[in-house]
């Protein structure tokens, strides 16, 4: 999937620069969630350092460009916050599946459940659901 990241730079209101470009470059080319290590990888011929890398993902983040993906690991990883969708992570492996849909018939029952517990809240504005688990390739072994 091609996407025109000038358009979305823009609606961002943010500025459109070549590295904020290559960074999200990299995220077209990978249909998995990715870390800054891994893009900074990517971009080292393009001279982009680390903390650049960083500084950029986190200013996608706050722009809702990008989404913070909890795979269970010590880096934070980013996929475009382009649909909603969730994932199975195996933990032996790091492999992982995305899927669709997130039991709509209940969440909103269970986010009312939930608010009326917590005594701190009132709003839920979004919600992060991952399986782990361990895949069939990592079964066999």
Known sequence: MSKDFSNVLKEANLKVTPTRLAVLNVF???CRPINAEYIFEKLKAKKIN????????????KSDILKRVNLHKESIYYELDDHHH??????????????????STNLSSFSKEILNKSKKFNMIKEHSFEFFGTCKKCLKK
């Open 86 to 103: 969730h994932h199975i992570v195996c933990t032996e492996c790091a492999e992982f599946e995305k899927f669709e849909g997130c039991i």
């Open 28 to 30: 077209s080319g990978d």
């Open 50 to 61: 680390l903390v650049t890398v960083y500084r950029t993902l986190s200013s996608f983040e």
